[in-house]
């Protein structure tokens, strides 16, 4: 996911797009990841590099489809 994010990086840089990673929600289904026991899941967006950390547990998202 992380390179993923750094490819979609590049692009948004060479068209002059700015994510607001503030904004931003990880949203992780099925990994078979406890969030319980485990260590928080995150990856890093943006030209600051912000970690943006999955969802714990049963938090409410809103899911804005494109």
């Given amino acids: 996911m992380q ?8 692009f948004y840089k060479i068209n002059d ?4 990673s503030k904004k931003s ?6 990994s078979g990841y ?3 026991t485990d ?3 995150g990856i890093k967006m943006g030209e600051s590099n912000e970690i943006v ?4 547990g049963k938090n409410a998202i809103r899911y804005l489809g494109v």
């Fill in 3 to 10: 390179k993923l994010i750094n490819i979609s990086a590049e």
């Fill in 17 to 20: 797009i700015e994510i607001n």
């Fill in 25 to 30: 929600e990880l949203l992780v289904l099925n």
């Fill in 34 to 36: 406890n969030q319980t």
């Fill in 39 to 41: 260590s928080i899941l």
């Fill in 53 to 56: 950390h999955a969802k714990r």
